[in-house]
């Protein structure tokens, strides 16, 4: 019977996840903590004002409740809204606390929310990427940059303290109900930019199959990394065809330039770094997720893109 803490628990993510573990008759304790109050808390869930950021308070929640599963998805969702100082706060220094107290708190198991961005946006990665592959989260990109940081501080600890067993979940772009976010809003253009000579590729996974791996995670006994999306994937015509839209190709350096003139006007909060993000981006292979971790995506790409028209509509 695990007793779980979930940070990042109000979040759309967290929300799903902490709902989805309460419902578990092998799990006895949920805790859904976050900054934010919850709109609502499902029976028998116990929701904590938590700050990753708070060292001593992630050990205090952890002791308090007796944790002994940690499913840490608190994260910056939307890089490039805060300064940079701030997201590596709570993206790597919020996730060495939460492994700090699980070391000190002796809980058992870790499930951590990665990002195919751990990847990074290269010409060279190989298609489709696993989780055996290189991480080489770009240095100029923030968002990135952060997510191989974790995973190598997430290396060290399975070094240091093997007892406290790993499930790092390296996910694809999340669809589901209500999600509004930097990349939909590249769908509501009139046009959808494309850099020239590249598809952009997106692997999508709908939020329930991402609830699905989360709880598998935290439930079972596999351990490793994931690769967390559905079958196949969908290029930026594919996605422009299904919306009844054409898309724009921009070369690669007039795409750069623009951004960089936009950010330094304070257009946009997004500088050129963004190119690779649109020209390289991570297909994922879900083998593993289905192979060793035990759960199967619901969802292929497309399908998820599909039921997100659906209930946005």
């Not at 409740?65 to 608190?74: G, Q």
Request: hydrophobic share 40%; with cysteine; charged share 25%.
């Amino acid at each position: 019977m695990r007793r779980v803490l979930v940070t990042g628990g109000s979040g759309f993510l967290g929300s799903h996840a902490v709902a989805a573990l309460a419902a578990r008759d092998d799990v006895a304790h949920v805790v859904s903590a976050d900054l934010r109050t919850p709109a609502t808390v499902p029976d028998g869930v116990i929701a904590v004002r938590l700050d990753v950021t708070d060292a001593d308070a992630v050990r205090d929640a952890i002791a308090t409740h007796r944790v002994d599963t940690v499913v840490h998805l608190a994260a910056i969702v939307n890089p490039g809204t805060l300064d940079e100082e701030t997201e590596r706060r709570v993206d790597v220094d919020g996730t060495r606390h939460v492994l700090e107290a699980c070391v000190d708190g002796g809980v058992r198991r870790v499930v951590i929310s990665s990002s195919g961005a751990a990847y990074g946006y290269h010409a060279g990665n190989p298609v489709p990427l696993r989780e055996s592959d290189p991480l080489r989260g770009n240095e100029e990109f923030t968002y990135s940059r952060h997510k191989r940081l974790v995973e190598e501080l997430l290396a060290t600890y399975r070094h240091d303290h093997p007892a406290l067993e790993q499930v790092i979940l390296r996910i694809g772009t999340i669809l589901g109900p209500g999600v509004a976010n930097q990349i939909t809003a590249l769908w509501d253009a009139p046009r959808l930019i494309r850099v020239r000579g590249s598809e952009g590729p997106f692997v999508f996974a709908w939020v329930d199959d991402v609830t699905g791996a989360i709880v598998t995670g935290a439930t079972g006994t596999a351990t490793g990394a994931f690769n967390v999306c559905g079958d196949g994937r969908m290029t930026v015509a594919d996605i422009a065809d299904r919306l009844g839209k054409r898309t724009l190709d921009v070369p690669a350096g007039l795409l750069a330039g623009a951004l960089r003139v936009g950010r330094a006007l304070r257009l946009t909060v997004h500088g050129p770094e963004r190119v690779g993000f649109l020209r390289y981006r991570p297909v994922l292979d879900n083998t593993r997720l289905r192979t060793e971790l035990g759960y199967t995506p619901r969802y292929t790409s497309r399908e998820a893109f599909e039921e997100w028209l659906r209930v946005r509509a």
